[in-house]
């Protein structure tokens, strides 16, 4: 009897290691999120959160902006703790979240093609061309709006895009993030904002041997785009913090690159404002200027 319960274990632990149709859960003890859209791709489960504005009614394109949430997070709690979603309904954009991939109980995304920099082997970038597929075949999207933005791990995909599928992606902002070494190469201007504190204990305002500081990126994108080397700067301290603003501007398309420095600033989606707005509409304000090819 004790043989015939111990054959009957071992079927249901083989039973319940197998999937229905040889198709991969992303969860692997990752958080899990609730009325998310999935994809297949490369036969594992790809999950996003989509939020369609009330005031969009399809009779003309509209901008999309992916938001990638940070290492370790989920889309659901990203597009909560990241919320841009009245930004969507007074503005009428479509909001995706995306859900990065899971790996030893932690999800993440892949901001280069390969290589040691990334956390797994999973294909980020083809999740990202899939799902602007399938969003786009299924409402009116202008194909010429589409923006990257992200918070820390989010926001090294968001460059990751700038630099490897710049076809795609209109305009990049990052927040709290940094730009990983696979850079290029870019067909077309790329307007680029960046907010970061000074006092980020996780990714260095100033780098370390891991991370470039945040002005070697800014260096980066300012010759990429040929805009003015000089800022012009502004500051603001009524907001519950003091933030300075650098605009290098003039560049090719009349893109420009710019930078919110939070002093004193954690590595945070930040709650200061500056000029009366937070993050979610700085972030938005900038990129909304731009299309595929420059100004708007």
Known sequence: MKKSILLFTMLLTILSSCSKDDVKDNSEACDSNTSAQSIVLDGINREYVLYIPNSYDGTSAVPVL???????????????????????????????????????????????????????????????????????????????????????????MAYGLANNKSDLIAAVASVSGAMLDCTGPINHPMPIVHLHGTSDGVLPYNGNNDYSAVQSTLDYWIDFNNTITGPTVSSDNSGGMSIEHYVYDQGDGSVSVEHYKFIGGDHVWFDATYQGQNTSELVWNFMSRYDINGLR
């Open 66 to 156: 992916l938001n990638f949430h940070s290492f370790g997070g989920s889309a659901s709690a990203f597009m909560i703790d990241a919320d841009m979603r009245a930004l969507a309904e007074s503005d009428t954009f479509i909001l995706v979240v995306p859900q990065g991939s899971c790996s030893n109980g932690s999800s993440h995304w892949n901001p280069c093609p390969t290589g040691g920099d990334n956390k797994s082997t999973a294909d980020d970038f083809g999740f990202v061309e899939s799902m602007i597929h399938e969003v786009s075949s299924q409402y009116h999207v202008d194909m010429k709006r589409i923006y990257a933005a992200g918070y820390s791990n989010g926001a090294m």
